[in-house]
């Protein structure tokens, strides 16, 4: 979780290994955080990365209220290649607008 950028984007970011996704185990952890940032923060919108082959991840930001915005690959730094591969991931945004509207739901 990081404070907004200059326009006015905060990330959030929760890595757990593929033998534990499908468990809802970043549910609430991901709403704690969306609800952090929109309150604490006041950042305009919260972007998550999940991997593509990650579909518990996927349904999370869905469920967050989040929508695809696009996607990308993932390159580690150079120094890091000989035990890495990139990631294919998509981002997805969930504006204040939308998160208000949610909360009054």
């Known amino acids: 979780m990081d404070v907004p950028d200059v326009e006015g984007i905060s990330r959030t970011d929760m890595k757990i290994g593929p033998g534990h ?11 704690a955080m969306v609800d952090y940032l929109f309150v604490h ?5 919260v972007e998550g990365t999940p991997n593509v082959n990650n579909i518990a991840s996927i349904k999370m930001q ?14 580690f730094p150079v120094s890091m290649a000989a035990y890495t ?10 504006y204040r607008p939308t998160w208000e509207q949610r909360r009054k739901s």
């Open 41 to 45: 923060i006041g950042c305009f919108s």
């Open 21 to 31: 996704w499908g468990h809802k185990y970043g549910v609430e952890v991901k709403q």
């Open 85 to 94: 591969t990139p990631v294919h991931h998509y981002i997805y945004q969930l």
């Open 62 to 75: 869905e469920a967050a209220g989040a929508v695809r915005i696009s996607e990308e690959m993932y390159q």
